[in-house]
């Protein structure tokens, strides 16, 4: 929950989101409260930031604090599912907690990384199918209902 976690200077980041206890592996750790919604029509025009996320495959949504702190990692720590951020490993107290921003992607985009994990990818390209085949097998657990309606027959072929 909120108390759970503190936003603060991050190597990663400006800023990240940090543990301020420990979680367990699959715990859940904070319900993410989505603030407005957009379709993805109008998002061209408004301006790009960082602070949007999908609601569904068709819709964005303003992600309100401290969501929007959360880093990208290539080996992350923490999944976001329909709404949930859960542990995906256990996670110590004061350590950053991180998602990987394309493990729900649907939109080309790149960006370099600096996550320094050893499985860093180096330049993130934003599209879940666009990820390793090994690593679209790992994260088919923690896809958001929208993702795996949306994408139903994509991913039979990965099984
Ligand atoms: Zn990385």
Redesign the pocket.
């Known amino acids: 929950m909120l108390k759970d976690l503190e936003v603060k200077e991050s190597k990663i980041g400006k800023r990240g989101v940090f543990a301020k206890k420990g979680f367990r592996q699959g715990e859940l750790i904070l319900k993410t409260v989505p603030g407005t919604i957009i379709h993805k029509d109008e998002f061209r025009c408004v301006p790009y930031s960082e602070r949007w996320n999908y609601y569904d495959e068709d819709h964005y949504y303003f992600m309100s604090d401290p969501e929007f702190y959360i880093n990208h ?2 080996d992350p720590n923490v999944f976001l599912k329909d709404f949930m951020l859960r542990a995906m490993k256990p996670i110590k107290k004061g350590e950053e907690i991180c998602y990987d921003y394309s493990l729900d992607g649907i939109d080309k985009w790149k960006m370099k ?1 600096n ?1 320094g ?1 050893k499985i ?2 180096k330049l993130i390209d934003g599209r879940y199918f666009k990820l390793p085949k090994k690593l679209q097998k790992k994260y088919l657990p923690y896809l958001p209902a929208w993702f795996r309606k949306a994408f139903r027959k994509e991913l039979e072929k990965l099984r």
């Open positions: 990692s290539c990384c996550c994990s860093c990818r």
